[in-house]
T-cell receptor, first 110, second 112 residues
Framework: GIQVEQSPPDLILQEGANSTLRCNFSDSVNNLQWFHQNPWGQLINLFYIPSGTKQNGRLSATTVATERYSLLYISSSQTTDSGVYFCGNAGGTSYGKLTFGQGTILTVHP | EPEVTQTPSHQVTQMGQEVILRCVPISNHLYFYWYRQILGQKVEFLVSFYNNEISEKSEIFDDQFSVERPDGSNFTLKIRSTKLEDSAMYFC??????????FGSGTRLTVV
C-alpha cells in the first residue's frame, strides 16, 4: 500500500515562530488532506489539497503532486497550534481510503 | 457548523464482549468512514461506506468488524469478541463526496 512519511517527527517552537511540516508519498496524490489533532484528541480538517496552494489565516499548504510531496506552513505560531499534525492521502485508484503519516508533534511555548 | 456526532465518548468493555459504536454523520454527506487510532500511533483506516454498502475495507476488517446504517441518520461499527489490542480511539468521518472529511470527536474504547 501507499507509504506516507512525515517530517519532522517533533517540533518545538516559541510563540510567534514560523514552521514548515512536510509529507512525502510513495504513490500518486489524489485525496491529500491535512489534519490537526488537538490535545483533546479531536481531528480537525485543515486542508483538502491534491495540488497547488491554499491559505487559511496563518496556515497555508502547498502540494507538488508531480514530486509527491506536500508542505504545511504555520506562521506566527500560537500555543493553540500545539498538537499533532497529520497528512493523509489515498493514492493509486483508491480515493476514499486515506493512509496517514505518523504525524508531527508540535509544541508551541508561550 | 455541522458536525459528526459519536456516542459514547468513552466505553469500557470486557475482553470477549461485543461493542457497538455509534455515529451520526452530517446529514447531506454521502460517504462514511471508520478509522481507529491506537494510543500514540497513527490514524488507521478501517472501512468506507457508500450507497448502503461497503466500498473499501482494511485487511483487518473482516476478522472482527461490521458496519450498518440502520436508518437514515445512524452509522454503526460493531466489534465482535473484543481483544485487549482493540483498545483505541475510534473515529467516524463523513464527506459529501470522496474529499474533505469531517471527523467526529471519537469514542475511546478500553478493553479490560
Amino acid at each position: 500500500g501507499i507509504q506516507v512519511e512525515q517530517s519532522p517527527p517533533d517540533l518545538i517552537l516559541q510563540e510567534g515562530a514560523n514552521s514548515t511540516l512536510r509529507c512525502n508519498f510513495s504513490d500518486s496524490v489524489n485525496n491529500l488532506q491535512w489534519f490537526h489533532q488537538n490535545p483533546w484528541g479531536q481531528l480537525i480538517n485543515l486542508f483538502y489539497i491534491p495540488s497547488g496552494t491554499k491559505q487559511n489565516g496563518r496556515l497555508s499548504a502547498t502540494t507538488v503532486a508531480t514530486e509527491r510531496y506536500s508542505l504545511l506552513y504555520i506562521s506566527s505560531s500560537q500555543t493553540t497550534d500545539s498538537g499533532v499534525y497529520f497528512c493523509g492521502n489515498a493514492g493509486g485508484t483508491s480515493y476514499g481510503k486515506l493512509t496517514f503519516g505518523q504525524g508531527t508533534i508540535l509544541t508551541v511555548h508561550p | 457548523e455541522p458536525e459528526v456526532t459519536q456516542t459514547p465518548s468513552h466505553q469500557v468493555t470486557q475482553m470477549g464482549q461485543e461493542v457497538i459504536l455509534r455515529c451520526v454523520p452530517i446529514s447531506n454527506h454521502l460517504y462514511f468512514y471508520w478509522y481507529r487510532q491506537i494510543l500514540g500511533q497513527k490514524v488507521e483506516f478501517l472501512v468506507s461506506f457508500y450507497n448502503n454498502e461497503i466500498s473499501e475495507k482494511s485487511e483487518i476488517f473482516d476478522d472482527q468488524f461490521s458496519v450498518e446504517r440502520p436508518d437514515g441518520s445512524n452509522f454503526t461499527l460493531k466489534i465482535r469478541s473484543t481483544k485487549l489490542e482493540d483498545s483505541a480511539m475510534y473515529f467516524c468521518a463523513s464527506s459529501p463526496d470522496l474529499y474533505g472529511y469531517t471527523f467526529g470527536s471519537g469514542t475511546r474504547l478500553t478493553v479490560v
